[in-house]
């Protein structure tokens, strides 16, 4: 199971974080310096605390444009610290370790299980399943998709016309 936008990886049955992928998390992150950076930017709300993690500082922020994340991305960098922004849905901005995320936590999957990456299907439908698409997986955009994950195209991207779970099938 990923969750956290690729920060956990957990062995499904036994519900326990799977070995090797914390230590690759936990390289050059600091929360608290993250918040104080997140904390100068007005326009970003913390989003209610069963929405947080160790390894990952989820914010609302509203019609965010580049400029804005690039401000923050910068602001970050000024701080000492290595971290990701990952902005979706034109609302949900996550802050997380630097190179994490659902691609390469999917990535660390397919290697774990030495699964060929042409062999692996993800999907999704926002911003934060973008990165599971640049992993050399064969990919579904779901028919629910938001615009940042329906601009996605190639020839391993199927756009489907159904949504949710039918556009999977």
Known sequence: IIGGVGTEIYDGPAETPLAGWLHLVD???????IR????????????????????????????LDEAYLARLRQGLEAAGQKASVVYSSDRDLDVLPARTHKGSAAGFLADHWMIDRRRVIVAGDS???????????????????KPELRALTGPRIYHAAESYAAGVV
């Open 27 to 33: 390289q050059h992150w600091d929360a608290v310096a």
């Open 127 to 145: 911003g934060n399943d973008a990165t599971m698409f640049h992993e050399g997986f064969r990919g579904i955009v779901v028919g629910n998709a």
């Open 36 to 63: 104080a950076v997140c904390a100068q930017f007005a326009e970003l709300e913390p989003q209610p605390a069963k929405f947080q993690s160790n390894f990952k500082l989820s914010y609302f922020g509203y019609d």
